[in-house]
């Protein structure tokens, strides 16, 4: 992995959004109980303040979910933590599909950890505020797509491993089939209020699907915007 650049002042952050305050929202995933040593270190190294709208860069280091535009949410850092940390768990993936790039925070995440990232968001807009981050970050292994990413993105399937940022009533049937035998997804789903995390992960006996807990995710839509 090589190192961020931390020359550039807004990159490295100042007051709220200093290193310090980084080091204080990792404190924060540990207690909360995230092991994961490479997640952690990831998470303390990447900007999460460049990731959201300068007016609320102050609370970018708060353990909360944070309005992103377009009536979306970058998620809670611990989120992002728990659903990396369940991704990679039983085995590192060389190429993920996530399905939702929203403010690209958890993408970038994940850029740091394997070797490629493809990601899909259906508002354009908010892939476009996206990618410059990525390119300011020098993030040169993420692919991205406007598009409805309850399709996945076939023509670079199988991917190891496959997120989905945003609640559907039920898991994609579609996405299981963009994922190597032995892959793993991590996603969001049930109706608001009652959502959960389920991972499913392939082996012999073919797809086994666990339950990680209760959350709060935007909903999965159809379409593009
Ligand atoms: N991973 C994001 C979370 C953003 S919230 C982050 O770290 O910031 C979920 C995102 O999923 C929103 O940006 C929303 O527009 C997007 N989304 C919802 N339905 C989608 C779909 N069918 N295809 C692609 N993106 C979708």
Redesign the pocket.
């Known amino acids: 992995m090589s190192p961020l650049s931390s020359r550039d002042p807004a990159t490295r952050g100042l007051g709220m959004t200093s290193q310090r305050a980084r080091d204080r929202m990792i404190a924060t995933l540990v207690e909360a109980g995230i092991r994961d040593a490479r997640v952690l270190d990831v998470m303390r190294q990447l900007p999460r303040h460049l ?1 959201i709208d300068e007016a609320l860069a102050s609370r970018a280091y708060e353990n909360t979910a944070l309005p ?1 535009g ?6 809670q850092p611990y989120i ?1 933590a728990r659903m990396t940390e369940a991704l990679i768990e039983h085995a590192l993936p060389r190429r993920v599909l ?12 994940l850029a740091r950890l394997v070797e490629q990232v493809y ?5 354009e807009e ?1 892939l476009r505020n ?1 990618r410059r981050r990525f390119r300011k970050l020098g993030l040169a292994n993420i692919r991205s797509r406007h ?5 996945g993105w076939p023509d670079e399937a199988p991917f190891d491993a496959i ?1 989905v ?2 609640a ?1 009533a039920a898991l994609e049937p579609g996405l299981l089939d963009q994922l190597v035998p032995t892959g793993c997804l991590v996603a969001p789903v049930g109706p608001p209020g009652r959502q959960e995390l389920l991972r499913v992960r392939g082996g012999e006996e073919g797809w086994v699907s666990e339950r990680l807990g209760a959350v709060s ?9």
């Open positions: 990731f992103i377009q009536g979306q949410t970058i998620s992002v996530e399905v939702g790039t929203g403010s690209g925070y958890q993408c970038a995440v990601t899909v968001e259906r508002i908010l996206a598009d409805d990413g309850r399709l997120i940022t945003a559907g995710f935007v909903p999965l839509l159809g379409g593009t915007g």
